[in-house]
């Protein structure tokens, strides 16, 4: 067995572009394969002889170790601003952003660690940083990872690597420990902040009966651009403004995260036709989590839990009735999905109602929330999981209908009972759809050139449902759009136009 070793230093801070160093074992296959995935590979070099074939570099076998060198673009575009960054105050990064791992390596079990592999050793040589928060942290300028399992290698792909001059906070609760590192350029969070951020991951300890978890939370500033360093089980980095309701969404969406990788370390549940189910779950609870925040925090902020999920569906509804060409689709064909904006919509607007409907339709009696996470830890991590055993504990002698009607089939959940005309104006609905259709131009242009967005305006919608209804123009089945006229006028409205506009041939 051989230990891979790895050296990360800066190869150009202003282009924001880091160099790795790496000793590889000797390969006695003809070829040793390593994965490049989301690494930005700007130049590598190998003493022995290498080709490239996306995603892989192939590098011819040798007796003896095999040493590379390489650089890496960090700071790239992503969903939620810039993932990682170089500079003289911070240095951040995802591991899948600079490592080059052999495929042996990625193919560690869920249950037994790799056969060849029996280290990886990171050394970090970015002198001018007082603070070092990485996973596996072996010294103050290393991480060692032994034996690693397939969770361990994911954190080492998933984790925020962070180095800076930082301010730690630290609460520790009894065995848990939540230690929160604040940006220098964050302004210093008040109490009442600070207490909220301690009651949600208290909440995640709670929900996930998890007596010992520790987990170190970066947060920086958004300004001039937001970034995410990385979401691992115990490091997370990302930028975050107390003042945002998104933010708080999205910093509940990854202690989920962080709970649920710690308490289930299983591939199953990062793969298709599962992984719709994991972060189902964390969309579901990155809204309802924010129930346990101060009543002060959650006025100032407008945050309604029961608003998010109407946002939600009413965003499912206007998608699954306005075009069945890219939204009509099971959860279960997930493994079948090529198209990164299915993904989007399935993982973070469909799934999550999923959750919704089960944990209001069978978590009875009432006193037994959470149905499904319980259900889920119940299976444990010592057994590869089974979607089928998981949906029987929950929905018993129903199952094969809901899963005839709502995962084999596209069957539209029915959670009209989620409408509340105070939750939204007819101007903020609209303008809401306005931004969806916004996320959904920019999930599907990439694959798509022809994809159009829509622009929404309540007199425009107005004006135009009277031809409309004379020239008997329908989005869907009369009872269909009898339930949505019920659920909101105003989409109704815009379902309607969206015929007008394509009419059926």
């Not at 998010?308 to 009509?328: G, P, V």
Request: charged share 15%; aromatic share 14%; net charge negative.
């Amino acid at each position: 067995m051989y230990t891979l070793n790895y050296k990360i230093s800066h190869s150009n801070q202003a282009k924001q572009i880091l160099k790795v160093d790496a000793t590889l074992p000797s390969n006695s296959e003809d070829v040793l394969k390593l994965f490049k995935g989301k690494v930005k590979l700007l130049s590598f070099e190998c003493d022995h002889p290498f080709t490239e074939s996306n995603p892989y570099i192939l590098i011819e076998g040798s007796n003896s170790p095999i040493h590379i060198s390489y650089t890496v673009q960090i700071s790239t575009p992503g969903k939620h601003g810039f993932y990682g960054t170089v500079s003289e105050q911070l240095t951040i990064f995802a591991g899948e952003q600079v490592f080059l791992f052999p495929t042996s390596l990625m193919l560690s079990g869920n249950f037994t660690p790799s056969t060849t592999i029996k280290s990886v050793e990171v050394v970090y040589d970015f002198p001018t940083y007082t603070s070092c928060i990485v996973p596996f942290k072996h010294t103050e300028t290393s991480s060692l990872c032994q034996l690693p399992r397939w969770c361990d290698v994911y954190e080492l792909l998933k984790s925020a690597y962070t180095f800076g001059n930082l301010q730690a906070l630290c609460m520790p609760s009894e065995s848990n420990s939540l230690h929160i590192h604040l940006d220098a350029q964050l302004d210093l969070l008040d109490t009442p902040i600070v207490q909220n951020i301690e009651s949600l991951f208290q909440y995640y300890v709670d929900l996930f009966n998890m007596p010992q978890h520790t987990l170190s939370l970066i947060l920086l500033a958004s300004t001039p651009e937001p970034i995410l360093g990385g979401c691992g089980r115990h490091v997370i980095c990302s930028s975050f403004n107390p003042y945002e309701v998104r933010d708080w969404q999205l910093l509940a969406h990854r202690m989920f995260h962080s709970f649920m990788d710690t308490a289930l370390p299983l591939s199953d549940f990062h793969m298709p036709p599962n992984l719709w189910l994991t972060e189902g779950l964390a969309t579901y609870y990155e809204n309802a989590a924010l129930n346990i925040l101060s009543a002060n925090l959650k006025g100032e902020l407008g945050i309604h839990v029961d608003k998010e999920f109407n946002r939600l569906y009413t965003r499912y509804l206007y998608a699954k009735l306005k075009d069945s060409t890219h939204f009509a689709f099971p959860p279960m064909a997930e493994k079948y999905i090529r198209s990164a904006g299915k993904l989007e919509f399935l993982h973070y607007t469909h799934a999550p109602l999923i959750v919704k409907y089960i944990e209001d339709t069978f978590a009875i009696p009432p006193q037994q929330p959470h149905r499904m996470l319980r259900t889920l830890l119940s299976l444990g991590s010592h057994e590869p999981f089974s979607m089928q055993k998981f949906f029987t504990l929950i929905l018993g002698p129903q199952v094969d209908a809901f899963a005839q009607n709502f995962l084999f089939e596209d069957g539209l959940l029915p959670l009209w009972y989620l409408s509340d005309g105070s939750f939204f104006t007819p101007e903020e609905l609209i303008n809401d759809l306005n931004y969806f259709e916004y996320l959904l131009y920019s999930w599907f242009v990439l694959e798509d050139p022809t994809y159009k967005m829509a622009e929404l305006s309540l007199p425009h919608l107005e004006s135009c449902l009277t031809p409309i209804k004379q020239n008997h123009l329908s989005f869907a089945h009369p009872s269909i759009e009898d339930q949505v006229k019920t659920y909101s006028a105003s989409l109704y409205q815009a379902l309607k136009n969206q015929c007008a506009k394509f009419p059926p041939q």
